[in-house]
């Protein structure tokens, strides 16, 4: 098919990284080897700082002020100074520059606490104070939207601004709340907005993210004695509005903020065929489009040839992939992507692998799911860790 594969070789994976970033692809084996003897001939040697794994524009920029152009000053600097700047990634660039890298492969890493959030890349600078708020309001209501649709509450809250390039004081700011565990719309934004009044200097804006902690699951709801219980709840409101978008599409109801200058949920809801940069899919949908995918994929005419699906359990993004696969008698396994379940419990998995199976006759294999059991049947879903796992 004409496809190659370059290859980055080390002592670690930082070195394997940076030789086959820097290397490998410029090489004609297309093979690039870097060890703790070469760093100096071959790291250093590299001519662009934002040419090496970790170095963005702005940490580029934020060195050359300090007089830092190339890894070979990087490597010669005081550490405790970077680490002075830059805090524990100054640390991480001094080592960087040396080609060091202590991760333990064999070690799986397990994160400390999960985390639901969306962030958002506005489509121009923002500098009026309610356009941000809006695009705030938006976020907030998605990531409001996610922890609901996994039960779930939070009891911190982030909200991460990134200004614009030509800000010239600072690169933006990321301040954490602790907060009543909720997963309200209004509570959310509330908490959002007011980190936002808070640290905001009038800088123009042009990256929103907005991040939940200290997750827990719903088993009711707070009341404030101090206020009157109304009829009905804004739990009970923010769970109607996700019944109908999930139904009829994100814009069937869409909160009239979202039409002033500033609002950007509408335009983003058209996007990446429904993923809609953060927007829910209902499992019917999610499911209709995987068998589409299949239906392409799938030629019966092909002779000899096994076909399976493989649905892979992302520890790290908290999401399922999944593959069509083939092998023809002879030849390579091959195994195409053909969609992502995000933020989606196993509840909503099972019922769309029983969907699978209902149209296809194929085998469906598991990965990273051992030991779990289908809340519904209550089965196994993979016995033992594959040997390819």
Not at 34 to 63: C, F, H, S
Not at 133 to 140: G, N
Not at 257 to 285: D, E, F, P, W, Y
């Amino acid at each position: 098919m004409g496809l190659y594969t370059t290859i980055g070789v080390g002592e670690n994976p930082l070195q394997a990284k940076l030789a086959l970033d820097n290397f490998a692809k410029k090489s004609n084996d297309l093979i690039g080897t870097i060890t703790y003897n070469t760093v100096a001939q071959k790291v250093w040697m590299i001519p662009k700082l934002t040419d090496v794994w970790g170095i963005g524009r702005r940490t580029t920029e934020r060195l050359q002020k300090l007089g830092i152009n190339n890894m070979n000053e990087l490597a010669h600097s005081n550490p405790y100074f970077l680490k002075q700047e830059f805090g524990i990634i100054g640390t991480q660039l001094f080592a960087t520059a040396w080609g060091i890298d202590r991760t333990i492969l064999s070690e799986r890493v397990k994160p400390k606490e999960n985390s639901v959030g969306n962030s958002q890349v506005l489509p121009r600078n923002y500098q009026q104070q309610c356009e941000i708020e809006t695009v705030i309001k938006e976020i907030s209501e998605q990531v409001a939207a996610r922890l609901r649709h996994r039960c779930q509450q939070c009891g911190e809250l982030t909200l991460s601004i990134g200004f614009s390039y030509q800000s010239t004081i600072n690169s933006g700011f990321s301040q954490s709340l602790k907060v009543i565990p909720t997963n309200s719309n209004v509570e959310i934004f509330k908490y959002a907005k007011e980190i936002f009044q808070k640290y905001w200097k009038g800088q123009p804006v042009r990256n929103i993210a907005i991040f939940t902690a200290k997750l827990s699951y719903q088993i009711g709801e707070q009341l404030n004695l101090l206020e009157p219980f109304p009829r009905v709840s804004k739990h009970q409101t923010d769970q109607l509005v996700d019944h109908i978008r999930a139904e009829y599409g994100f814009t069937a109801l869409v909160y009239a903020r979202s039409l002033t200058k500033g609002g950007t949920a509408i335009q983003r809801a058209s996007l990446v065929g429904g993923h809609n940069g953060g927007m829910l899919m209902n499992k019917q949908q999610e499911l209709t489009l995987i068998n589409q995918r299949i239906e392409t994929l799938f030629n019966v005419s092909k002779f000899n040839t096994q076909f399976w699906i493989v649905i892979v359990n992302d520890i790290y993004d908290h999401s399922y992939n999944i593959f069509f696969s083939e092998q023809r008698r002879g030849q390579r396994e091959r195994s195409i992507p053909i969609h992502t379940l995000e933020k989606y419990t196993l509840i909503d998995l099972e019922e769309i692998v029983r969907g699978l199976q209902q149209r296809w006759k194929f085998t469906i294999k598991f990965i990273q799911f051992e030991n779990q059991l289908w809340p519904t049947s209550q089965k196994v879903i993979q016995k033992k860790r594959r040997r390819d796992e």
